[in-house]
């Protein structure tokens, strides 16, 4: 069943008060300067339509534009932008009251590492200065926003420290379970070149073609420049056929048998699959060896951490924004995504003896 906020029931009697309800916004502090309507509060922090409104700012134009090109209103394309938006600002106030009460600061040479890292994406700083004064930021503001960041992942971390603890047995089990997926283990490195059967009258044709071109490899002609001519593979054309490393389990089944049945450095004769005539060569293959699991338990802890985050943190969100008293007087501003426990999954119903999959 899908939970609601309390207070909703509250907010309802005021007729959802799109304008924002004098009688329930009284304990709400919008921004200084800020007179429009207050459309949701956190304990006394009021977000108002403005702050929305000047987030959405850089985006006009092309809110414009995909409202005149799918037919709908600016509002109706607006309506998703402005609950994100709208999310963003509460979340930000909410990282900001939960930092003061664990007592965390932002490390500004934490801050002026990524300030330093985002510069250095930029040919030179006048490109630098241009973007960042296209997104309404001066490097000032730009520096409180990092640091309201990294700030905000420290309250995570802080607050999900046990949560988002990974255990050695569970650790051990996922190895277990993926070895063969660790490392690239079994992968190849190959090239191919393929005829495309478009129509089945053209079977014929296509085959008479890869023949051709079979004898011309045989008699020592250059696979890339081939490739790049004869090829119908708009992917690895170009490339000269190139695939770069691949599974073969990930090809069709005609084309992982010569994959994992070809000598090194040999030309398959044609191999027929659903798409056409493909001919084929295989120029290296790594370990069959699973990976030692020290070698990968790194990356398997930070795999197994974003999968426990992805279910912990918007439930924490949703705990601590109750706990701070949220409240929407407009609830078109409200992100059920964000805001609403998900709705339970019924397990599907088994399945008859003897059906198939």
């Known amino acids: 069943m899908r939970k609601s906020f309390l207070l909703l029931a509250v907010v309802m009697m005021f007729g959802a008060c799109r304008t924002g309800a004098k009688s329930s916004s009284n304990s709400f502090k919008a921004p200084a300067g800020d007179s429009t309507a207050i459309i949701a509060g956190l304990d006394t922090i009021g977000i108002t339509k403005g702050q929305v409104e000047k987030l959405l700012q850089p985006m ?19 309506a998703p932008l402005r609950r994100q938006a709208t ?3 509460l979340i930000q106030e909410l990282m900001k ?9 932002a490390d500004p040479k934490r801050v002026d590492s990524i300030f330093n ?7 030179d700083t006048a490109k630098f200065m241009a973007a960042m004064a296209q997104a309404g930021d001066d490097v000032a503001s730009l520096k409180v926003k990092l640091a309201s960041q990294v700030s905000a992942n420290s309250v995570i971390e802080k607050a999900l420290a046990d949560s988002l603890k990974i255990s050695d047995a569970r650790i051990d089990s996922f190895y277990k379970a993926n070895q063969d997926k660790l490392g690239e283990t079994g992968k190849v490195r190959g090239r191919h070149i393929l005829k495309l059967v478009k129509d089945p009258k053209d079977s014929a044709s296509v085959h008479k073609a890869i023949v051709e071109i079979a004898a011309k490899l045989a008699k020592g002609g250059d696979f890339a420049a081939i490739a790049k001519v004869e090829s119908d593979d708009p992917g690895s054309k170009a490339n000269g056929g190139d695939l770069g490393w691949f599974d073969p389990k990930d090809m069709v089944p005609e084309f992982a048998t010569a994959a994992n049945t070809l000598e090194l450095g040999k030309i398959s004769a044609p191999v027929r699959s659903q798409f056409g005539w493909h001919i084929i060569q295989i120029q290296d293959r790594k370990s069959g060896k699973a990976p030692v699991l020290d070698s990968v338990k790194p990356m398997i802890v930070n795999m197994l951490k974003s999968q426990t985050a992805e279910r912990v943190i918007p439930a924490w969100y949703r705990r601590t924004f109750k706990a701070h008293n949220l409240k929407f007087l407009d609830t078109l501003y409200r992100e059920p995504s ?18 198939k999959k």
Do not use: W
Not at 97 to 105: L, R
Not at 117 to 123: D, E, G, L, V
């Open 87 to 89: 999310a963003q600002l």
């Open 60 to 78: 006009v134009l092309q809110i414009a534009q995909q409202a005149q090109s799918t037919g709908q209103s600016f509002d109706a394309v607006a």
């Open 117 to 123: 890292s985002i510069m250095k994406q930029y040919p």
């Open 338 to 355: 964000l805001f609403e426990e998900p709705k339970a999954t019924l397990a599907p119903a088994a399945a008859p003896a003897g059906a």
């Open 97 to 105: 009251s939960e930092a003061v009460k664990m007592q965390i600061v």
